[in-house]
């Protein structure tokens, strides 16, 4: 199928922001399932705005740990943002199964795209990663700690490890299952009629 050129833009629209909105789900469903340790549960707490830090960490920990709440309160926002612009797009094309197809497909694609590459390179290279990421939602600078740190003690690297693959594999499985809705719409719907 031909599609013009505001078609074309808008599913790869659609793919950046679904890659975005999927990686951002993924994160929240992983948090709200991994379990903790009753430290990390306070600084989960905290970070949801549902108590105070327990003593024991210094000041630049602390100050580190407001940044990261102002990052997730974004994301959050972000993540619903995106939700509804998903729904709307959803709305919009919902008769047009042809085109609900290739949104869904070209997007689960590059979502699984995406997730292989980011999975392969931070397989080979996490701290490169690691760094990457804290350089960008961070570049005031103030995330490196001593590894006696409370902080890092607390959430030790294999802790980030963890969560970063049960997100990256989360996100991989929901880009899978567009693929499958895009096939879905194609062969099942498209079918009847």
Same mark, same amino acid.
């Given at each position: ?7 074309? !833009?808008?599913?790869?629209?659609? !793919? ?46 602390? !100050? ?97 490890? !963890? ?31």
């Amino acid at each position: 199928m031909i599609m013009n050129n505001n078609k074309k !833009s808008m599913v790869f629209i659609f !793919s950046a922001l679904l890659l975005f909105f999927l990686l951002l789900l993924s994160y929240k469903a992983v948090l709200l399932f991994t379990n903790t340790t009753p430290a990390q549960e306070n600084v989960f707490d905290f970070l949801d705005g549902k108590g105070g830090l327990q003593a024991g960490f210094t000041e630049a920990e602390a !100050s580190h740990l407001q940044d990261v709440k102002q990052v997730m309160d974004y994301a959050e926002y972000f993540l619903y943002a995106l939700l509804f612009v998903m729904i709307i797009t959803v709305i919009h094309y919902r008769k047009d199964k042809k085109f609900l197809n290739q949104l869904f497909d070209y997007g689960g694609k590059i979502v699984v795209a995406a997730m292989l590459v980011i999975g392969i390179t931070s397989f080979f290279f996490f701290d490169f990663v690691f760094t990457v990421f804290h350089k960008l939602f961070f570049p005031q600078g103030n995330w490196i700690f001593a590894a006696d740190s409370l902080l890092i003690q607390t959430f030790p690297l294999d802790f980030f490890v !963890s969560i970063s693959r049960n997100i990256l594999v989360l996100t991989l499985f929901l880009g899978i299952l567009f693929i499958l809705l895009g096939y879905y719409l194609k062969h099942v719907c498209g079918n009847r009629n």
